[in-house]
Protein backbone atom coordinates (compact mmCIF):
# COMPACT_ATOMS: atom_id res chain seq x y z
CA UNK A 1 0.00 0.00 0.00
CA UNK A 2 2.83 2.41 0.56
CA UNK A 3 1.39 4.03 3.49
CA UNK A 4 4.32 3.60 5.90
CA UNK A 5 6.87 4.56 3.36
CA UNK A 6 4.66 7.99 2.78
CA UNK A 7 4.88 8.79 6.52
CA UNK A 8 8.50 8.01 6.60
CA UNK A 9 8.75 10.38 3.35
CA UNK A 10 6.59 13.19 5.11
CA UNK A 11 8.39 13.28 8.57
CA UNK A 12 11.78 13.38 6.60
CA UNK A 13 10.48 16.31 5.00
CA UNK A 14 8.96 18.24 8.01
CA UNK A 15 12.32 17.73 9.82
CA UNK A 16 14.24 19.14 6.78
CA UNK A 17 11.53 22.19 6.87
CA UNK A 18 11.46 22.47 10.65
CA UNK A 19 15.15 23.50 11.01
CA UNK A 20 13.90 26.45 8.76
CA UNK A 21 11.36 27.99 10.56
CA UNK A 22 11.99 30.34 13.57
CA UNK A 23 12.25 28.28 17.08
CA UNK A 24 8.96 28.93 19.14
CA UNK A 25 8.92 30.63 22.48
CA UNK A 26 7.97 28.28 25.09
CA UNK A 27 5.09 29.25 27.72
CA UNK A 28 7.94 30.33 30.43
CA UNK A 29 9.36 33.05 28.06
CA UNK A 30 6.25 34.62 26.88
CA UNK A 31 5.17 34.55 31.02
CA UNK A 32 8.37 36.03 31.46
CA UNK A 33 7.92 38.36 28.42
CA UNK A 34 4.23 39.35 29.60
CA UNK A 35 5.41 39.92 33.16
CA UNK A 36 8.03 42.36 32.29
CA UNK A 37 5.97 44.51 29.82
CA UNK A 38 3.22 44.39 32.74
CA UNK A 39 5.90 45.94 34.53
CA UNK A 40 6.12 48.65 32.42
CA UNK A 41 2.45 49.61 33.28
CA UNK A 42 1.33 47.96 29.78
CA UNK A 43 -2.34 46.49 29.69
CA UNK A 44 -3.06 43.12 27.78
CA UNK A 45 -4.12 44.89 24.76
CA UNK A 46 -0.55 46.51 25.03
CA UNK A 47 1.41 43.23 26.30
CA UNK A 48 -0.09 41.28 22.94
CA UNK A 49 0.63 44.25 20.40
CA UNK A 50 4.15 44.09 22.10
CA UNK A 51 4.60 40.33 21.72
CA UNK A 52 3.65 40.41 18.31
CA UNK A 53 5.56 43.20 17.13
CA UNK A 54 8.67 42.03 19.05
CA UNK A 55 8.19 38.13 18.04
CA UNK A 56 5.66 38.08 15.74
CA UNK A 57 6.11 34.08 14.25
CA UNK A 58 7.92 32.99 17.82
CA UNK A 59 4.80 32.04 19.52
CA UNK A 60 0.92 30.60 19.49
CA UNK A 61 -1.73 33.09 19.65
CA UNK A 62 -4.03 31.35 21.60
CA UNK A 63 -1.32 30.42 24.19
CA UNK A 64 0.11 33.86 24.04
CA UNK A 65 -3.73 35.75 24.66
CA UNK A 66 -4.15 32.76 27.86
CA UNK A 67 -0.87 33.38 29.53
CA UNK A 68 -1.42 37.55 29.09
CA UNK A 69 -4.51 37.37 29.97
CA UNK A 70 -3.63 35.33 33.40
CA UNK A 71 -0.70 38.15 33.98
CA UNK A 72 -2.51 41.38 32.97
CA UNK A 73 -5.47 39.99 35.81
CA UNK A 74 -2.69 39.31 38.41
Not at 29 to 48: D, L, S, T
Not at 64 to 69: F, L, R
Amino acid sequence: SGAPEKLAVYAAQKSALTAYLPQQMTEDEIRAYAVAKKAEGMNMGQIMGALKADHAGRYDGRTASGIVKDVAAG
